[in-house]
């Protein structure tokens, strides 16, 4: 006799049973769907090379997503892979002043910090951030301290236990969805029991953060099993390797596989989408409500 699968049962043509949990961030419930806008105030950022790196031209982004229906705008100062040495005094030169003045020019948005360090996300929360996005998967478990201590949300990811800014070398998983379940369930538990609102904390997979191409797919085939634990779930995969390796595309000729990942995730049960094209985003989930005649 086979023995029962532990993963969480699939429901009926792909879609997730049960309600929407509740996402509540900046007192505004987000609903079934949350566009994320990238906006990296750094000079070596994968997809814009620097085009965001000055003060203006990063603000105007921020407005720019804003007018185009971003609901979050996510400010990072840290290139994500390897790169030059950014430390703390230097990622908090890159972003602090920046929240202050989105803040100040959108009361309204919520405003999204990817940073690894409660140093960081302490000063942000300080000048009006309502999230911090630790897309590292916890190497500072002080982080969360943090977003308990400030009434703001938190992302709970999973990077294969990998330092930041750091490639996987052969990375490998007897389940690479297993692996993400555990990790990210237990780090939004650890989160709650902290004092973050349940209703404030989001996971995330990390497509390719200590992941390889066939990782990323595959979570991206079996998201219902996340979006099943109840926990909302934020995807970031706009113009990702995985796609481009996958389609044989360079970085700047992702977006039309960014969308069909994005389609997916969302049929599949994700709520918050961390994108570059936020016009692009949002038509693209539209259709998907629509086409599962939802609100």
């Not at 949350?34 to 000079?43: E, L, S, Y």
């Not at 309204?108 to 897309?135: F, K, M, P």
């Amino acid at each position: 006799m086979r023995s029962a699968d532990p993963r969480p049962a699939r429901a009926a043509a792909g879609r997730p049973a049960g309600e929407v949990a509740p996402l509540r961030l900046r007192g505004r419930d987000l609903g079934r769907y949350a566009v994320m806008a990238v906006v990296n105030r750094t000079p070596d950022s994968f997809f814009d090379r620097g085009a965001t790196f000055g003060f203006d031209a990063a603000l105007a982004a921020a407005d720019r997503a804003v007018a185009e229906g971003a609901d979050i705008i996510d400010i990072g100062g840290v290139k994500a892979g390897p790169g030059d040495e950014v430390g703390v005094a230097e990622e908090l030169r890159r972003v602090v002043d920046l929240v202050a003045a989105v803040r100040r020019a959108h009361p309204e948005v919520i405003i999204s910090v990817d940073t690894w360090r409660a140093e960081v996300g302490e000063a942000v929360a300080e000048a009006g951030a309502d999230l911090l996005n630790d897309t590292w998967g916890g190497p500072d478990p002080r982080l969360a301290e943090v977003a308990a201590s400030h009434g703001i949300g938190l992302v709970c990811a999973h990077a294969g236990r990998q330092d930041p800014r750091t490639r996987p070398h052969r990375a490998g998983y007897a389940d690479v969805v297993g692996d993400v379940l555990e990790h990210v369930v237990a780090e939004a538990e650890r989160a709650v029991a902290l004092g973050v609102r349940r209703d404030a904390v989001l996971i995330d997979p990390a497509h390719d953060f200590g992941k390889n191409t066939r990782h990323s797919l595959e979570i991206t085939r079996r998201l219902d099993e996340l979006t099943g634990t109840g926990w909302p779930v934020l995807v970031a995969v706009s113009n990702k390797d995985f796609i481009g390796e996958t389609l044989g595309q360079p970085v700047e000729r992702r977006g039309v596989g960014t969308m069909a990942v994005l389609g997916v995730s969302a049929w599949l049960g994700a709520r918050v989408f961390r994108v570059h094209d936020v016009a692009g985003a949002r038509r693209a989930l539209e259709a998907v409500a629509t086409l599962q005649g939802t609100p």
